[in-house]
Each structure stands twice: as structure tokens, then as C-alpha cells.
């Protein structure tokens, strides 16, 4: 069995390229060069030095001594939340506007909900002096205006979309229409392991250092590179494939995926795809997706909203469906209630995303040799609000 992607762009019966065909000739040429891009020394250089200088890798892997203690098992944690920005997210913008440039793209193009992705692409922009719109909903232009400040501080434009409902699935299909307009000069940066064919691969492969670097990190630290557990939120997915990819392989480490339960996987107010899920296109691409029976998208719900998407990333739904991984699904009470714990015990305020991925130490039995790896995909600055409405702190 193959996790990685084949030549056709799919992840078992997952993933391919379902597109207009007016953007058909963007994609393949993105298809057509981004291997070639990516694999030139020139290419890995400057990633590797950026990665290095500029967001701060390596993270470090560290090993949080009193949880470990509470639950008598080796808690390692990948630090994510350190580098700049926040979050893991940076690491994809970095890489794709260096796709763009060798691609010869002026100007960039991106859509965001909460605005996390909004905010990687228009730092990354600032970085190269490169023209960039970032499509964000009405509704969230209103619900996070910390975020748009912080795009138009980086220089960026945001662009309302007003159609439907005013959302991120709104700001993507405004994002497409400006790509299929501007063929020549544009480059769309997609912010998971979404969309069509290349890009949840290409993403992945960017996301990848997560794991090579666990692997070094836990080799100085354990003698050895794989961990028993790796643990990861999944939203789109592109957390969790980077700090999967490198053990995709290895069938002694057990992949831990954790979704949001929102109010309950049963409530109506979810997004557990996994669990939820029928086989359906959303962006592009094949996948699990929450939709009526009648094919219409379910909006779905979490209280974080980088978890609050109604599919998932085609190697996501493919490491359900063949069991590589196991799906797990974390209510907003649950991962509120790790906000504060893991905030009280190791002194880390974690995103609200993050902080699903801890809850599992509450629904599985580790053994005391067992080394677990949970990847703190961002800090919890962007959720202080959240934080503060929910606990009344
Ligand atoms: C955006 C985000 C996520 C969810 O996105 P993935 O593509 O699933 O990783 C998770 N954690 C944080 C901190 C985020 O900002």
C-alpha cells in the first residue's frame, strides 16, 4: 500500500484534479514544474536557508516533563507554535512563493478564512516585494479583525467576497475566478493539503521538514528516529501531513489523526470528517466531504477555525479509509479544557487547534516506554478572545 501520491495525482481512490478547464492550463503548469522547481539545488537553498533564518527551524522537540509525569508515558512536543507567525503555516508560504518566483509570477493570490493563511501569505509577500490579494469573507473580514490588520500592515489588499455565505468557501471561488482572469501573471498559494493536484503533494512535501526533523531530534534524544505515537489536529490536513510524512512508512509508529467534534459528532454542529464524511469534490479534489444527501455542502463547526472545514486533504481521507491512521474527534470542550491545562502545566498557550490534539492523552492508554510526539501546530495569541468569551477569564 502507498500513502504518497501516484502520477495521476491520487492518494488511493482520493485526490486528482477536478477543475475548469479555464484553469486548466494553471494547474498543469504548476503540475509540470513543481518537482522540477523544488528538486534544483538552487530551489532547496534558499528554502532551507529561509526556513532556517527567517521562521526559526528547527523547532524544537521538546520533552514536557510534567505531563509526561501525569500520564507515565514520554510526551514529546514538536514546537510549531515557534515559529514566526505562530503556526506551521509559514513553512507552505515559503515554499510556494519560491515556486512563484522561478515560475516567473508577479503577483499572488490567496483565500483565508480566520485569516491564519491570509497573514503567511501576505508576510511572504513582504518578503519578496511581491504584489498580494488575499480573498477573505464578509463575515470573516467582521469576525477577525485582528488578522486583516495585520494583512494590510504586511502590505497585503483583502478583498471581501459577498456571495453566499460570506465565508471561506466564498473567498475561494473569488480567489479561482482572479486565477482563471490572470493566467499569466498570478500565482494562487493554497494554505492546506488542498485543492487539486499538485498542491496537497506539493504542500505536504513543504510541511515534510516537521518530520524530518522529529526524526533527528529524536534520534539525539531517544537513540532512535521513530517515535511509538505521532499525534497531529487535522483541519485541511497540512499539520498533520508534515508531521506524518516521514512515517507514512513505518509501520511501528502509529499515526494519531484528531478532528474537531465541534458540539458533538452528532450534534449537527461538527466537522469530524472522517467520521461524517461521504466521498465528494470540494476544490478540486476528491475527498472525504460533509454533505447532505443530496450532495450539497454541510457547513460544518468548531469553535477554532482552522478546524472548521468540511473536507479534508485526499491523503487524509486515504490514511482513514485504508486504517493507516486512526481518526479521532475532540469536542470544543474538550480542546478548551487543554487550552487551559497545557497553558497551567508547561507554561505553552497552545492554538485551540493544537490544543484537539492533546486531548487524546485523555482517550488512550500509553505504556511508560512509549514515546508520543504531539505536534503544537501554533500558539494561542490569535485565540485569546476565544479563550477569554469561553472561561470569562
Ligand atoms: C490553520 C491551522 C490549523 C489547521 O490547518 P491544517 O492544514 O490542518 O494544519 C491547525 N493549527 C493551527 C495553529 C492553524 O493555524
Same mark, same amino acid.
Given at each position: 500500500?502507498?500513502?504518497?501520491?501516484?502520477?495521476?495525482?491520487?492518494?488511493?481512490?482520493?485526490?486528482?484534479?477536478?477543475?475548469?478547464?479555464?484553469?486548466?492550463?494553471?494547474?498543469?503548469? !504548476?503540475?509540470?514544474?513543481?518537482?522540477?522547481?523544488?528538486?534544483?539545488?538552487?530551489?532547496?537553498?534558499?528554502?532551507?536557508?529561509?526556513?532556517?533564518?527567517?521562521?526559526?527551524r528547527?523547532?524544537? !522537540?521538546?520533552?514536557?516533563?510534567?505531563?509526561?509525569?501525569?500520564?507515565?508515558?514520554?510526551?514529546?512536543?514538536?514546537?510549531?507554535? !515557534?515559529?514566526?507567525?505562530?503556526?506551521?503555516?509559514v513553512?507552505?508560504?515559503?515554499?510556494?512563493?519560491?515556486?512563484?518566483?522561478?515560475?516567473?509570477?508577479?503577483?499572488?493570490?490567496?483565500?483565508?478564512?480566520?485569516?491564519?493563511?491570509?497573514?503567511?501569505?501576505?508576510t511572504?509577500?513582504?518578503?519578496?516585494?511581491?504584489?498580494?490579494?488575499?480573498?477573505?469573507?464578509?463575515?470573516?473580514?467582521?469576525r477577525?479583525?485582528?488578522?486583516v490588520a495585520?494583512?494590510?500592515?504586511?502590505?497585503?489588499?483583502?478583498?471581501?467576497?459577498?456571495?453566499?455565505?460570506?465565508?471561506?468557501k466564498?473567498?475561494?471561488?473569488?480567489?479561482?475566478?482572479?486565477?482563471?482572469?490572470?493566467?499569466?501573471?498570478?500565482?494562487?498559494?493554497i494554505?492546506?493539503?488542498?485543492?487539486?493536484?499538485?498542491?496537497?503533494?506539493m504542500?505536504?512535501?513543504?510541511?515534510?521538514?516537521?518530520?524530518?526533523?522529529?526524526?533527528?531530534?529524536l534520534?539525539?534524544?531517544?537513540?532512535?528516529?521513530?517515535?511509538?505515537?505521532?499525534?497531529?489536529?487535522?483541519?485541511?490536513?497540512s499539520?498533520?501531513?508534515?508531521?506524518?510524512?516521514h512515517?507514512?512508512?513505518?509501520?511501528?509508529?502509529?499515526?494519531?489523526?484528531?478532528?474537531?467534534?465541534?458540539?458533538?459528532?452528532d450534534?449537527?454542529?461538527?466537522?469530524?470528517?472522517?467520521a461524517?464524511?461521504?466521498?465528494?469534490?470540494?476544490h478540486?479534489?476528491?475527498?472525504?466531504?460533509?454533505?447532505?444527501?443530496?450532495g450539497?455542502?454541510?457547513?460544518?463547526?468548531?469553535?477554532?477555525?482552522?478546524?472548521?472545514?468540511?473536507?479534508?486533504?485526499?491523503?487524509?481521507a486515504?490514511l482513514?479509509?485504508?486504517?493507516?491512521?486512526?481518526?479521532?474527534?475532540?469536542?470544543?470542550?474538550?480542546?478548551?479544557?487543554?487550552?487551559?491545562?497545557?497553558?497551567?502545566?508547561?507554561?505553552?498557550?497552545?492554538?485551540?487547534?493544537?490544543?484537539?490534539?492533546?486531548?487524546?492523552l485523555d482517550?488512550?492508554?500509553?505504556?511508560?516506554?512509549?514515546?508520543?510526539?504531539?505536534?503544537?501546530?501554533?500558539?494561542?495569541?490569535?485565540?485569546?478572545?476565544t479563550?477569554?468569551?469561553?472561561?470569562?477569564?
Open positions: 500500500m502507498s500513502y504518497h501520491v501516484d502520477e495521476k495525482g491520487f492518494y488511493g481512490n482520493f485526490g486528482g484534479a477536478y477543475i475548469p478547464e479555464m484553469l486548466y492550463p494553471n494547474v498543469e503548469e !504548476l503540475r509540470q514544474n513543481y518537482l522540477k522547481i523544488t528538486a534544483e539545488p538552487s530551489f532547496k537553498k534558499e528554502f532551507m536557508s529561509l526556513l532556517v533564518d527567517y521562521v526559526g528547527p523547532t524544537p !522537540l521538546y520533552f514536557a516533563e510534567r505531563l509526561s509525569k501525569e500520564y507515565n508515558t514520554k510526551i514529546y512536543l514538536k514546537r510549531e507554535d !515557534l515559529c514566526h507567525t505562530g503556526a506551521h503555516k513553512n507552505n508560504t515559503i515554499g510556494q512563493i519560491l515556486v512563484a518566483k522561478k515560475l516567473g509570477k508577479t503577483r499572488i493570490i490567496a483565500e483565508t478564512g480566520a485569516g491564519q493563511h491570509g497573514v503567511a501569505t501576505a511572504v509577500c513582504a518578503l519578496m516585494g511581491l504584489e498580494c490579494i488575499v480573498y477573505m469573507g464578509e463575515v470573516d473580514i467582521k477577525q479583525a485582528p488578522n495585520r494583512m494590510k500592515m504586511l502590505g497585503a489588499e483583502v478583498r471581501p467576497a459577498s456571495s453566499g455565505s460570506k465565508t471561506l466564498d473567498a475561494t471561488n473569488e480567489a479561482i475566478r482572479d486565477w482563471i482572469n490572470n493566467p499569466e501573471n498570478t500565482y494562487y498559494i494554505g492546506s493539503v488542498v485543492g487539486p493536484h499538485p498542491y496537497p503533494d504542500v505536504a512535501r513543504f510541511q515534510a521538514i516537521i518530520s524530518e526533523e522529529i526524526k533527528q531530534q534520534q539525539e534524544k531517544e537513540g532512535r528516529e521513530n517515535p511509538d505515537y505521532v499525534v497531529a489536529c487535522v483541519g485541511g490536513g499539520n498533520a501531513a508534515g508531521a506524518f510524512y512515517f507514512l512508512d513505518e509501520k511501528d509508529v502509529t499515526i494519531i489523526a484528531v478532528e474537531a467534534a465541534g458540539l458533538g459528532v450534534s449537527g454542529e461538527s466537522a469530524a470528517t472522517s461524517l464524511g461521504k466521498i465528494g469534490i470540494i478540486g479534489s476528491k475527498t472525504l466531504l460533509m454533505q447532505s444527501p443530496d450539497q455542502i454541510t457547513e460544518p463547526y468548531s469553535i477554532s477555525a482552522g478546524l472548521d472545514y468540511p473536507g479534508v486533504g485526499p491523503m487524509h486515504h482513514f479509509e485504508s486504517k493507516r491512521a486512526e481518526f479521532i474527534s475532540i469536542t470544543d470542550a474538550e480542546a478548551m479544557d487543554w487550552g487551559i491545562k497545557l497553558s497551567k502545566t508547561e507554561g505553552i498557550i497552545p492554538a485551540i487547534e493544537s490544543a484537539h490534539a492533546f486531548a487524546i482517550k488512550k492508554q500509553f505504556k511508560p516506554t512509549d514515546v508520543v510526539v504531539i505536534n503544537l501546530s501554533g500558539r494561542g495569541d490569535k485565540d485569546l478572545n479563550y477569554i468569551d469561553y472561561f470569562k477569564l
